[in-house]
């Protein structure tokens, strides 16, 4: 097996595992452990509350689904970028990765139900609206 088909191999397998733990309308909870000193780069470690009503922590899984790295006994994956929330992006592109095709629209979210609802549409057609965010 090639080094890519390998790689490949692994983020279907974080996406699968993500997929059987985190459902459209699902909360996932962040963390930032530490910021560059320029603001640029920061360390972000995720976490969902599973079935169980247990704290658990996907952000290996989440690493290697989105494509961020992450070194074996830090803390958290590094997430480049600045000048915005990087959590929420981190969020976003979980969203995306675990949701290409969007899914049921979220009545919750009035913002989100009002763009899809004016356009007449009863589905989300951006997966990374369907998971909503907390920091911790």
């Given amino acids: 097996m090639s080094k890519k088909s390998e790689k490949e191999a692994s983020k279907q397998d974080a996406i699968n595992a993500l997929r059987g733990l985190i459902k459209p309308g699902d909360t996932v909870y962040t963390i930032v ?12 470690d995720v976490y969902i509350v599973n079935s ?19 070194k074996p006994g830090a803390e958290g994956m590094l997430v480049h970028g600045g000048g915005m929330d990087m959590c929420f992006s981190v969020v976003y592109e979980l969203g995306r ?40």
Wanted: glycine content about 8%; overall charge positive.
């Fill in 97 to 136: 990765t675990l949701f290409p095709d969007g899914g049921p629209l979220d009545k919750s979210s009035p913002a989100r139900q009002s763009q899809e609802a004016r356009a007449g549409k009863d589905r989300e057609t951006d997966g990374g609206y369907l998971l909503r965010k907390r920091d911790l």
């Fill in 52 to 70: 169980d009503c247990e704290i658990a922590w996907i952000t290996p899984n989440v690493a290697t689904a989105c494509g961020y790295s992450r």
């Fill in 33 to 44: 452990r530490s910021c560059s000193r320029t603001n640029m780069s920061m360390r972000i």
